[in-house]
């Protein structure tokens, strides 16, 4: 027989309400376990591989010296180490004592090169986005499955949601006090691992809540079609500037690079009077582009991208999401005409809208990008998840009846007086996360459909 401890009110629609939601926790974790242990050992390793190694070679030190060497010879000596190679784009140092970057395409590979900016000489060289921080990215992000794997990853961040709303209802202090709600209870056995499983659980609630939320502006679904496509830059700011049927995006290469607002805006075009006075002179170079994102702003590391064709731009850019930066706020993209050194564009943090600026903030905080601080507090948010998952198999495992062959899930109560509002949450759900909604419709035709006409099968998931 197996027995169950709650602490909701027996022989009340309540109590029918709370094993009901027992078992939405249970079968929601049960799907979703899997993938936020992938979620916080891939996070945690990008957060320490980036704060230790950088994410593209950007901390490969170099001796200062009393002058640096122009760009342009710089780029030259990263050109000359790629056969047939076109440079792309250019990394500033964002410290003296580091290399500069340079992509260099050598047709459909893109290499990066790091050169002493003080000798211009080549350091090193290897693939873009080949390291072990790319790696983890690519399983956190979509598994390695690309759109299956993005809407795995999304479906299963959705249904945390329904865990975490579940979890807060199955926790709530009923009539006995926040103080065991808040404080662990360090008794014996299965009492503590639901005492410490309940206590980690209501503090990272609203943590976890924010990470899924921030992830969730990424995925394909609720972010691509839901969130992302209203909260775009307008591009109608730059006045009478024409502009490209390419979109921000068409800068991105194997992972996000350019900021969450820009990303659907159109890109400008050179080759038109627009825009405001930019390079003073007939020569527009790597170098003198360099000295006009000095003075208008870009300090430190910044990211200068090469026009590309007859009508592309100069892009110059900081963007904390690019570990350019640790402050969001300082987030700064800059369009130059390629003919006229024009500046067609200049976007801010401050010009986006409020929910780019959440994004902004958001993703730098999600990836850890502001600082020590922020790394150490995404790490243990990490491990929080992972000690969540690990201690609800454990309340699983003494709870379930010894020998059984049974899952042992909570039952369903057979009588549920306040059904009604459980399916309003749920349709709240549904409507807010469309994977959740496909999700639960799924879960229940299989339950109507198949496990009603296999009763054995059946018993085996109750």
């Known amino acids: 027989m197996t027995t169950f401890d709650t602490d909701a009110p027996t022989d009340t629609g309540v109590n029918k309400l709370y094993f009901a939601a027992w078992r939405w926790h249970f079968y929601a974790g049960l799907f979703v376990i899997p993938f936020l242990c992938t979620l916080a050992v891939t996070g945690m ?20 010296q009393a002058t640096e060497m122009a760009v342009s010879a710089q780029a030259d000596a990263a050109v000359a180490a790629i056969p047939d190679g076109t440079l792309i784009q250019y990394v500033a140092p964002r410290t003296p004592d580091v290399a500069a970057l340079f992509r260099v395409d050598q047709g459909a590979d893109a290499i990066m090169v790091a050169v002493d900016p003080f000798t211009a000489t080549v350091i090193e060289t290897y693939p873009r986005h080949s390291g072990w921080y790319d790696f983890a990215d690519g399983i956190h992000g979509s598994l390695m499955l690309g759109v299956t794997g993005d809407r795995m990853v999304e479906t299963a961040a959705s249904l945390t949601m329904v865990l975490v709303a579940t979890g807060l209802y199955l926790w709530w202090p009923r009539g006995a006090g926040w103080r065991r709600t808040l404080v662990p209870t360090f008794a014996r056995g299965r009492s503590l691992w639901k005492s410490l499983h309940g206590v980690v659980g209501i503090w990272l609630s609203v943590f976890l809540v924010f990470f899924l939320l921030s992830g969730l502006s990424w ?86 991208n090469l026009p590309q064709s007859a009508n592309g731009v100069w892009t110059l850019s900081r963007d904390s999401m690019n570990t350019d930066s640790t402050d969001p706020m300082s987030d700064r993209t800059v369009h130059v005409d390629q003919y006229t050194g024009n500046i067609l564009a200049d976007v801010r943090y401050d010009d986006y809208s409020l929910a780019g600026k959440a994004m902004a903030v958001g ?10 601080l922020s790394v150490l507090a995404n790490t243990t948010v990490c491990l929080s998840v992972l000690f969540l998952c690990v201690s609800s198999v454990v309340l699983w495992w003494k709870r379930r009846p010894s020998g059984s062959n049974r899952l042992a899930a909570p039952p369903f109560p057979r009588e549920m007086p306040l059904w009604q509002g459980a399916a309003l949450v749920g349709l709240g759900v549904s409507m807010a996360f469309p994977m959740a909604g496909l999700a639960l419709l799924t879960v229940l035709a299989i339950d109507t459909v198949i496990l009603s006409r296999l009763p054995q099968l059946r018993r085996a998931l109750t």
């Open 45 to 64: 390793s990008m957060l320490w591989i980036a704060w230790v190694d950088g994410r593209d070679g950007e901390r490969t030190p170099v001796v200062p």
């Open 219 to 304: 995925s394909g679904v609720w972010g691509g079609k839901m969130v992302q496509a209203w909260s775009q830059f307008p591009a109608e700011k730059w006045d009478a500037v024409p502009l490209s049927d390419d979109t921000h995006a068409s800068m991105n290469h194997a992972r996000r690079e350019v900021p969450w607002a820009l990303e659907l805006t159109p890109m400008p075009v050179s080759g038109s009077p627009a825009g405001t006075p930019g390079i003073a002179g007939p020569l527009i170079t790597l170098d003198t582009i360099d000295t006009l994102a000095r003075d208008i702003g870009f300090g430190g590391r910044y990211q200068m």
């Open 363 to 372: 993703i730098s905080l999600h990836m850890g990008t502001m600082g020590l």
